[in-house]
């Protein structure tokens, strides 16, 4: 069981990314969540869309700015990511959980697997 988190790179304060994260096993029958840590820091969940209706959470820190969405046809959720600051710094994560309990989407214990993650630095 793996997941994948791709797509971070440098980017200039304001300008934009797309994180992907894809997986070996079939993407739709779980929760996907997206997280980001700095060193010395909790891991932040910052995102999540659910199995089934698709439904979306973002933390207040990304909410307007950042978008969660999957293609179930390429068994990929993406994290569409405008306006980076360079508060957004971090190493980001995708993670699988196959019960979400939406109240608790950004609880990482929650979630099964993760990812690898990939480095995105903003640049003020």
């Known amino acids: 069981v793996q997941l994948q988190a791709s797509g971070g790179g440098l980017v200039q304060s304001g300008g934009s990314l797309r994180l992907s994260c894809t997986a070996s096993?079939?993407?739709?029958?779980?929760?996907i969540g997206w997280f980001r840590q700095v060193p010395g820091r909790q891991r932040e969940g910052i995102s999540c869309?659910?199995?089934?209706?698709?439904?979306?959470y973002y933390a207040d820190s990304v909410k307007g700015r950042f978008t969660i969405s999957r293609d179930n046809a390429k068994n990929t959720v993406y994290l569409q990511m405008n306006n980076l600051k360079s508060e957004d710094t971090a190493v980001y994560y995708c993670?699988?959980?196959?019960?979400?309990?939406?109240?608790?989407?950004?609880?990482?214990?929650?979630?099964?697997?993760w990812g690898q993650g990939t480095q995105v630095t903003v640049s003020s």
């Open positions: 993670a699988a959980d196959t019960e979400l309990d939406a109240s608790r989407w950004d609880w990482a214990f929650n979630y099964e697997y």
């Open positions: 096993f079939t993407l739709d029958y779980y929760a």
């Open positions: 869309i659910s199995s089934g209706d698709g439904t979306t």
